[in-house]
């Protein structure tokens, strides 16, 4: 077996042989992996290019472990902005789903469980679960673009990639939610802001989906949540990951002083 990526709230591992991912979670996530599975057959009939399930349904594994089966793609790469823009517009474009109950994204859920695991000084967690509870009363306050509807909730390109033959390819569902369009929309601005994208490519993502979400007057705010997110994220990692620590502090300093140029390590 063969880990990919790195260990969060899911392993993802190769089989060798035929090539399939197993999705391992803890039991607690049996019915998110459920509705995984429903959401990928649900795009892929919808047209939406997305990784095949082949479970009908989660395996439950000591009664700890839950375990779902996925294609392999092979040598894929990160979705480029254009291809990411590309897909965004035609999974927004889509309606709910009558048949399946979609759970309403919380751009802020679970940052406080990373926050509590991450190996950061008691200041440096007093700050982020102040900034969390600020965030979520401005985001309370918003007047969206759109109207809500099905969203990826983790569009980011490793989760929109392109196969070997410059397919596109939407990976990773355990976000995906009935929310702001714009909250998918507002990863790539962030990227521009930290570094990884430059500005020619955050222009072809616009692009692509045709609509810029740094002309919404909510769009501080939503980047705001989309750093702190990815920052928690990664100081959640710094317990067992203790060499992430200097990159964790110092997304947190460019959290504490949001008009500063920020230059975060991509990769991490």
Known sequence: MRVLGPIGENANLVSPGPGIVLRISSHSALERAHREVEIARWLHWSGVPVVRAFSDTPHVEDGRWVVTLWEYIPEVRPGSPATIGTVLRSLHRLAAPVHLSLPVLDPLAGIDGYIALSAL???????????????????????????????????????????????????????????????????????????????????????????????????????????????????????????????????????????APKSWTPGT
């Open 121 to 259: 000084g008691a200041d440096e967690k007093a700050f982020l679960y102040t900034r969390l509870a600020e965030l979520g009363v401005e985001l309370s306050a918003l007047d969206h673009a759109f109207p809500v509807g099905p969203v990826h909730g983790d569009a980011h390109r490793k989760n929109i990639v392109e196969d070997n033959q410059g397919r596109p390819v939407v990976l990773d569902l355990e976000r995906f939610g009935i929310g702001a369009r714009e909250w998918d929309l507002v990863v790539a601005a962030v990227y521009e802001r930290v570094g990884w994208y430059t500005n020619a490519e955050y222009s072809a993502f616009a692009d692509a989906y045709g609509w810029d979400v740094r002309s919404w007057a909510g769009f501080e705010t939503l980047a705001a949540a989309r750093e702190l997110r990815m920052t928690a994220w990664l100081c959640a990692r710094t317990g067992r990951e203790p060499h992430l620590l200097p990159e964790a502090r110092c997304r947190i300093a460019s959290l504490k002083t949001p008009s």
